[in-house]
RNA sequence: GGCGCCGUGGCCGAGAGGUUAGGCAGGGGCCUGCAAAGCCCUCUACACCAGUUCGAAUCUGGUCGGCGCCUCCA
């Protein structure tokens, strides 16, 4: 299994199985509905679990929550209401719209605020080691006596350009590890340096290491994050003389500058509202298509893509016999067809390509096979059909009657009338069929 | 200004020095009472300009265009 390394701008191959495989992602900041956008790198790293597991890892997935940032105390300042109360709900909101993709849960979602021991002893650390000091209750990191700063971005220290100069700060690009409380910021928590709250950078190496140990597999997350969240990360925990990540995966962004999304569909942005209107097998299906590392668009062209994908298989599986029909000994006989999906998600997690192949088992009946796939993605239950309500199985066989009778008008009328109340009818040898309408 | 990523057919998107990506949409056909679903056939490619090579979409250089990040404030 080989993944692509930020840091090494090549591919890694993971150790062997059963490794361990230890995985950091970076979760949300919580204070508001999450965007769709945000949901790509949870998605990837549940996929991967998954995936990792199929291949016999021992796999473990901390995917941390944000839940004390600049963000969380202005979104609560103007909406009037404590930050603790906003961060709570916004994190029971991300929960809630990411259960709705059916991938499961992370192995621990930690969240900062009760990983305060750990932060605080992290960085008392740094300070001990003199590559942090205190200065009006803020602590700093001491970029320039950390010499491999700049290793995962390849930024050069001298050239960062130098944003609102802060006196306090001995050097412009030293960064706060934690930060006194300031007037407007209702919560805070208690340190060697006063009360304040940790700084976005520390909570992450300290939740990785809570939760993973001081050297991990792999580190992901947005490929925003690279500079300087991961950066500051790598620093951090490498300067307090801790191995840290062995392999950074950053998922590409997607894309949402189109006009033609917020003309059309108005503003369709949140995870949520996403699944609502798509269904969750369209929008995971959407981001099988492209490779995790490389910035998607999301437009209402690829959702309908997507979705007609998505219907391809099932109704492939639909009329493919019950899932008992994939008995161990059709997928033993598979095994080369299965090594073909082997080979593609090995190769740095090539969900084009697992997807292409799925469409080939498709096109060939492959059912056992491409059921087992489509699993692995979260897409098994697609042949799960809703139950028919009797009214309209009647309609149906009323239809049939119709049809054996020759009066094709009233067989029109009667499917005319399935297809308002959101069904569909389809003839087969055995009789009929009735799908719901999506 | 600095550090990077990317430009593939109507659309989405893999691939990566010679050999079909795949899907969606479009056209034609089969099937059907008509449909639906499915199947068959089919049309469009590798931003531009040089170079390396027997051969480049794939390597090198340049041009143009798009995107991400640049330190409390993704």
Redesign the pocket.
């Known amino acids: 299994m080989k993944i692509y390394d930020t840091s090494t701008?090549s591919l890694v191959a993971l150790p062997e199985r059963p490794g361990p495989v230890r995985m950091y992602f970076c979760g949300p900041?919580v204070y508001q509905r999450i965007?769709v956008?945000?949901a790509r790198p949870f998605v990837l790293s549940m996929w991967l679990r998954r995936w990792l597991i199929e291949c016999g890892y021992d796999v473990t997935l901390v995917e941390n929550i944000t839940d004390v940032?600049?963000?969380i105390y202005?979104a609560a300042r103007a909406e009037g209401i404590a930050s603790t109360d906003l961060a709570a709900q916004a994190a029971a909101w991300y929960v809630e719209d990411t259960a709705l993709l059916g991938l499961g849960r992370p192995d621990v979602e930690p969240l900062v605020t009760e990983t305060m021991p750990e932060i605080v002893g992290l960085i008392e650390d740094l300070v001990a080691r003199e590559l942090a000091y205190e200065a009006d209750g803020d602590v700093y990191?001491r970029?320039r006596d950390f010499e491999d700063?700049?290793c995962l971005?390849?930024?050069?220290?001298d050239?960062?350009?130098?944003?609102?100069p802060?006196a306090a700060?001995e050097d412009?690009?030293?960064?706060?590890l934690w930060?006194g409380q300031k007037p407007s910021e209702d919560a805070h928590w208690p340190s060697p340096w006063g009360d304040g709250r940790p700084?976005?950078?520390i909570e992450c190496s300290a939740m990785a290491e809570k939760f993973l140990g001081t050297d991990f597999e792999i580190h992901g997350g947005?490929?925003?994050?690279?500079?300087?969240?991961h950066?500051?990360e790598l620093a951090q925990s490498r300067g307090a003389g801790r191995e840290f990540a062995k392999i950074w995966m950053h998922n590409?962004?997607l894309?949402l500058?189109g006009e033609k999304m917020s003309k059309s569909l108005g503003n369709i942005a949140t995870l949520r509202e996403v699944v609502e209107e798509w269904g969750r097998e369209t929008l995971l299906l959407?981001f099988m298509?492209?490779?995790w590392?490389?910035?998607?668009?999301f437009?209402i062209?690829?959702m309908?893509?997507?979705a007609?994908?998505v219907?391809?298989f099932r109704?492939?599986l639909?009329?493919g016999g019950a899932p008992s029909e994939a008995s161990p000994a059709a997928d033993s006989a598979n095994d080369a067809g299965w090594q073909e999906l082997v080979a593609?998600l090995e190769?740095?997690f090539?969900t084009?390509?697992a997807?292409?192949i799925?469409?080939?088992w498709?096109?060939t009946g492959q059912h056992a096979l491409l059921r087992r796939g489509l699993a692995l993605f979260g897409l098994d239950g697609l042949e799960v059909e809703d139950a028919v309500p009797p009214d309209l199985a009647a309609l149906a066989r009323a239809?049939v009657a119709?049809?054996a009778a020759?009066d094709?008008?009233e067989?029109?009328r009667l499917?005319e009338q399935i297809e308002q109340a959101g069904w569909?009818?389809?003839?087969?040898v055995s009789g009929f069929?009735l799908?719901r309408r999506r």
């Open positions: 701008r900041t965007h956008g945000n940032n600049d963000k202005d990191f970029v700063y700049g971005s390849r930024q050069r220290p050239d960062v350009q130098e944003q609102e802060n700060k412009p690009r030293d960064f706060a930060k700084g976005w950078h947005g490929l925003d994050l690279v500079f300087p969240h950066e500051n590409g962004m894309q500058t959407y298509t492209g490779l590392r490389n910035p998607i668009d437009s062209d690829a309908d893509a997507a007609s994908q219907e391809s109704n492939a639909r009329s593609a190769d740095d090539n084009a390509a997807l292409a799925f469409h080939g498709r096109a239809r119709a049809r020759k094709f008008d067989a029109d499917r569909g009818v389809r003839d087969t069929e799908v």
